[in-house]
């Protein structure tokens, strides 16, 4: 049995867990909100576009028609937290790749052998992946998606060092006449990727330059040699 310490703290958890923002609408965003669907009361989603209704690029989605291919742990992950979305996709068409066999890889040894193998991957384009995930997260009901959304800006709580609100404003018609209004928030996820404003925005709310932190991920081109079986 918890201790009445313990259940103080629980208690404070829940009312702190209430709602979470997530600016970004992409992969990124689409996971986050799916993860903090687990541990607050409610989630929003903010993207700037409007999302198609169908797979389907968008201006929001660099490489959105190139060729992209979730790798074991990849597939497992989304799978934890979509069970079945594999198994749609594949009935959709997004064929399973064997890299070992389906792919030739240069490497500073010369070209691998092929032989075939487990180290399946699943391919498609990013409107494919997007379409579905998105439509799971469609079916939680934590989860609140408003897209073609803008977001000015953040803005402070005035009683604590903590942001508190999310100032958004629909982009349908003329955005210049369109009433913004504040979304309360306990948490608050920037996913929007390379056309970040956050370090702007709290800039502009008196906080000091956020850290930055870079990852190389040293990757070897590869050239894609599918059979037509």
Same mark, same amino acid.
């Given at each position: 049995?918890?201790?009445?310490?313990?259940?103080?703290?629980?208690?404070?958890?829940?009312?702190?867990?209430? %709602? +979470?923002?997530? !600016?970004? #609408?992409?992969?990124?965003?689409?996971?986050?909100?799916?993860? &903090?669907? *687990?541990?607050?009361?409610?989630?929003?989603?903010?993207?700037?576009?409007?999302?198609?209704?169908?797979?389907?690029?968008?201006?929001?989605?660099?490489?959105?028609?190139?060729? %992209? +291919?979730?790798? !074991?742990? #990849?597939?497992?992950?989304?799978?934890?937290?979509?069970?079945? &979305?594999? *198994?749609?996709?594949?009935?959709?068409?997004?064929?399973?790749?064997?890299?070992?066999?389906?792919?030739?890889?240069?490497?500073?040894?010369?070209?691998?052998?092929?032989?075939?193998?487990?180290?399946?991957?699943?391919?498609?384009?990013?409107?494919?992946?997007?379409?579905?995930?998105?439509?799971?997260?469609?079916?939680?009901?934590?989860?609140?998606?408003?897209?073609?959304?803008?977001?000015?800006?953040?803005?402070?709580?005035?009683?604590?060092?903590?942001?508190?609100?999310?100032?958004?404003?629909?982009?349908?018609?003329?955005?210049?006449?369109?009433?913004?209004?504040?979304?309360?928030?306990?948490?608050?996820?920037?996913?929007?990727?390379?056309?970040?404003?956050?370090?702007?925005?709290?800039?502009?709310?008196?906080?000091?330059?956020?850290?930055?932190?870079?990852?190389?991920?040293?990757?070897?081109?590869?050239?894609?040699?599918?059979?037509?079986?």
């Amino acid at each position: 049995m918890n201790s009445s310490a313990d259940q103080t703290v629980d208690e404070q958890s829940v009312i702190k867990n209430r %709602h +979470a923002v997530v !600016l970004g #609408g992409s992969l990124a965003g689409l996971l986050a909100a799916r993860v &903090l669907a *687990d541990h607050f009361e409610k989630v929003t989603l903010i993207e700037r576009d409007p999302y198609p209704t169908y797979p389907e690029a968008r201006r929001g989605t660099p490489q959105a028609n190139h060729v %992209h +291919a979730l790798l !074991l742990r #990849g597939r497992q992950i989304l799978e934890q937290l979509f069970p079945g &979305l594999q *198994d749609e996709m594949i009935a959709a068409g997004a064929p399973l790749v064997d890299m070992a066999q389906d792919m030739a890889w240069f490497t500073p040894a010369g070209w691998g052998v092929r032989f075939p193998s487990d180290l399946k991957v699943l391919a498609f384009t990013r409107p494919v992946l997007d379409f579905y995930v998105r439509q799971r997260l469609g079916l939680n009901p934590r989860i609140k998606i408003m897209d073609n959304t803008h977001v000015p800006g953040l803005v402070a709580d005035t009683n604590s060092k903590r942001l508190a609100r999310v100032v958004i404003s629909s982009r349908n018609g003329d955005a210049d006449r369109t009433v913004a209004r504040k979304l309360r928030s306990d948490l608050i996820v920037d996913a929007t990727g390379r056309a970040s404003r956050a370090p702007k925005w709290l800039q502009d709310l008196g906080y000091p330059p956020t850290e930055e932190t870079v990852v190389n991920a040293h990757i070897w081109l590869c050239e894609s040699t599918l059979s037509d079986s």
